[in-house]
């Protein structure tokens, strides 16, 4: 198991190594967060196709991998960044390819609050990532009208949950108010980072039938 800045490290050790190697975070994917995300969405709802999950904020590692994987299981997806903030357009093609065979419908807009309109589900990470932090101070500024706070998650569906990747920056990209109340399923997700994780380690040690 590899946490790299760098995508291409986990991409050459693999291509290396005699035994599978998983990716615990690049600077270009998180997927082991994203299958967390799945399981707590699929708790939480009882299903995932047909679902519309926005998210808010940069189009980072964390949103790269939740694209991939709302695609893959037929969930749509809306993400709500500023302009120049989508994402890279690489995993922008790859998501749309998977959703072509789903039916997920994958897009991207401004405004947060036409994003939130129609979501079961809202999710934001922090709005500085890895590799980033030199643009602190701008970003705060860029972003500031993306913050996930009670007046945007009254704009989604009844009933709909946050989620977010923790750590996360009270006030910053979430108010404490939201990460701390009754539609947050923030520590389910954490929790289910263990479980999915478990669940990758014994997919992988599996001895092959013969």
Partial sequence: MIRANDHEMVQKLAEMSDVPVINALTDLYHPCQALADALTIQ?????????????????????????????????????????????????????????????????????????VSDAHIVYTDVWTSMGAEKEQQSRLKIFEKYQVNEPLMAKAQPGAIFMHCLPAHRGEEVSASVLEGKQSVVFDQAENRLHVQKAILTSVMEVPAT
Avoid at 81 to 93: A, F, I, K, L, R
């Fill in 43 to 115: 708790e939480q709802f009882g299903r995932l196709k047909g679902l519309n999950i926005t998210y808010v904020g940069d189009g980072n590692n964390v949103a790269h991998s939740l694209m991939i994987i709302a695609a893959k299981l037929g969930m749509n997806m809306t993400m709500a960044t500023p302009q120049g903030y989508e994402g890279d357009t690489d995993v922008w093609d790859a998501a749309q390819k998977q959703a072509e065979q789903t039916g997920a419908t994958i897009r991207h807009v401004v405004d947060p609050e036409q994003a």
